[in-house]
DNA sequence: CGTAGTGTTGAGATCGATCAAGCGCTGTGG
DNA sequence: CCACAGCGCTTGATCGATCTCAACACTACG
């Protein structure tokens, strides 16, 4: 159990990336993150299977959420950046339909699954906006799925580095192209569907071909422009309509 | 444009296979599906990048949700069914992320977005279960995923059958284990990163294995648990876990 | 100095893509 | 009634990307 009082949580900047917050809502969320548990690097979160009776806001480090078959495959179904929300889609089902474990060392902010449904009673605006981050997140698992059936590795992992930029951004907008890699090889391919072995070749061609450059666990993207519209890239982290949001609740 | 009073709401089947629903709340829903539209078979209802109005409630017939890149591949990213909500997944955005077609004659009832945002701001149980169910095909779409990262050509293509088996039962409760589908092979591939050449193969090699049973576009699946258990299918439609909605509003 | 984790490289095997030809059915027009 | 085109499906041959297997390099750490 560690305090970082000194931390702006990043849930925070997080949505207000996409809207302004109202005092009553900062205080709704203030209540999430009350709690604060560390974990280790290379930890475990959440077991499959298990009461998922939490839901988690990610203060510090990158998680990911995974699934393992019973021959010992893995499959990673969604990374975590500080200032997501996990649980949300799983919040339909009693038991965890995945593993959760870390990739850093993280600060987790563990609440009950209630609290998700206090924040749609007393703040839908709120509401609606969690909803639609974590819907946006899905729009972004479609587009590595799409890319996983139609690109060549190499194809693959660039547009997977290009969507981690761009979340990157959303929470530290003064960021340039280059940015700290916490996944090893493994875990790259089994987001997108490749061995650790493949990865490696696939990241050697980038560098060869002048679209990345790989200084031990950093990564810069080079040509990004490029590299978008040859990947057909959409920014889904850019903007969040809230037009049709509920009306902001006086309390 | 058609009027089909007799029918049934197939949405608050859907929906109360989960919950039972109030009053208030079957009113909300009815509003929603007061206009009706009649599309014919094989075309187009939403095309991506366009002003995304509507969000659709399915009243009968096929669709599916899917996206083409500039070189002419079709990427299909979800199947709608009668009883769905299309559309919930891309309120986020301004702009529509995807094309949606029909498979079938279908019957749409086309609403505002905003009524989602009233849905949650005037009956928030409601809503919740709207998001859950949204979530509940999100996690449908990610063991669909995996399969098409793990598993060979037929194994895919059974998994596939098994998930449209197990959604009609959702709102056909007395179907047995035959069904009609309006995907052809080539949807079939688009779905699953196949080509039509490898359906056709995997179809076949399905039937010669005694898994399936073909008749027309009439599919009867053999085995069924022995299936289940070999790909590691999870039946994701059979329970919501409602108990941390929002208490349901008296008015 | 040994071990574990990570990354690299190469050789052979495999599955699905691609290409191509043909079949059966349906709707259309002569 | 027949000829024809279009569509969906099937089947076979070849090709290529990725997997599998295996060996090795590098680093951190006890």
Redesign the pocket.
């Known amino acids: 159990m560690v305090k970082l009082d000194d931390y702006q949580s990043c849930l925070v900047s997080h949505l207000e990336a996409y809207m302004s917050l109202s005092p009553n809502e900062l205080a709704l969320l203030a209540e999430l993150e009350r709690d604060e548990v560390e974990f280790d690097t290379?930890g475990c979160v959440q077991v499959r299977n298990s009461d998922a009776k939490h839901l988690f806001v990610v203060k510090r480090g990158w998680l990911f959420s995974s699934i393992e078959s019973f021959d010992g495959y893995r499959h990673i179904l969604q990374i975590h950046h500080p200032g997501d929300v996990i649980g949300i889609q799983n919040a339909p089902f009693e038991e965890a339909t995945c593993d959760i474990s870390t990739l850093d060392e993280c600060v987790l902010c563990p609440f009950e699954r209630q609290a998700l449904g206090r924040i749609m009673n007393e703040q839908p605006r709120l509401g609606a906006l969690l909803i639609a981050i974590s819907a946006r997140d899905q729009i972004v698992a479609h587009d590595l799925k799409r890319a996983t059936t139609r690109y060549?590795?190499p194809g693959r992992v660039l547009l997977l580095l290009l969507v981690l930029l761009h979340r990157l951004r959303v929470t530290n907008p003064s960021m340039d192209d280059t940015m700290r890699l916490p996944l090893?090889?493994?875990d790259i391919?089994d987001t997108l569907?490749?061995?650790?072995?493949?990865v490696?070749?696939a990241?050697?061609a980038l560098a060869e071909d002048g679209w990345i450059a790989r200084e031990a666990?950093t990564i810069t993207l080079r040509r990004i422009e490029v590299a978008k519209k040859r990947l057909e890239f959409e920014n889904r982290y850019a903007e969040i309509d809230t037009s049709w949001f509920p009306e902001s609740r006086g309390r």
Do not use: E
């Open positions: 290379r060549d590795a090893n090889q493994y391919g569907g490749l061995t650790n072995v493949t490696s070749k990241l050697r666990s």
